[in-house]
Nanobody, 119 residues
C-alpha cells in the first residue's frame, strides 16, 4: 500500500508563487509515475501535471504550462509542484496521485492541500 501526504498549500496573492510537496511511503517510489490534480469548489477534478518514475519526462495541462513545474527527488520519496505566476483561477484543493503501473491509471491519492490565490 502507498500512502501520500501533500503539504505546502496556503494563501498567496495573484502573481505569487507556492511550492507543494507530496511525501510517499512506497518502497519502490522511483517506479511510480506521479501526478498532480486539482479540484475547485463546484467543479470536476482536473489534471495538472505528470512526471515519470525517474523524472525524465513531464506533461502539463495547457492551463498551467509555462507557470508550473513538476519535479521529484527519489532519494526522499517526494514529488513537488512549483507554482509560479499564480492566478485566482488556480484556487483549488491540490491532490497528489501515484500511478504504480505507469499506464495512466492512478491507484493512490493523497488527502489534498488547499491553495487559495487572492486577487
Amino acid at each position: 500500500q502507498v500512502q501520500l501526504v501533500e503539504s505546502g498549500g496556503g494563501l498567496v496573492q495573484a502573481g505569487g508563487s507556492l511550492r507543494l510537496s507530496c511525501a510517499a511511503s512506497g518502497r519502490t517510489f522511483s517506479r511510480y509515475a506521479m501526478g498532480w490534480f486539482r479540484q475547485a469548489p463546484g467543479k470536476e477534478r482536473e489534471f495538472v501535471a505528470r512526471i515519470s518514475g525517474r523524472g525524465l519526462s513531464t506533461y502539463y495541462a495547457d492551463s498551467v504550462k509555462g507557470r508550473f513545474t513538476i519535479s521529484r527527488d527519489n532519494t526522499k520519496n517526494t514529488v513537488y509542484l512549483q507554482m509560479n505566476s499564480l492566478h485566482p483561477e488556480d484556487t483549488a484543493v491540490y491532490y497528489c496521485a501515484a500511478d504504480l503501473s505507469a499506464n495512466g491509471n492512478y491507484n493512490y491519492w493523497g488527502q489534498g492541500t488547499q491553495v487559495t490565490v487572492s486577487s
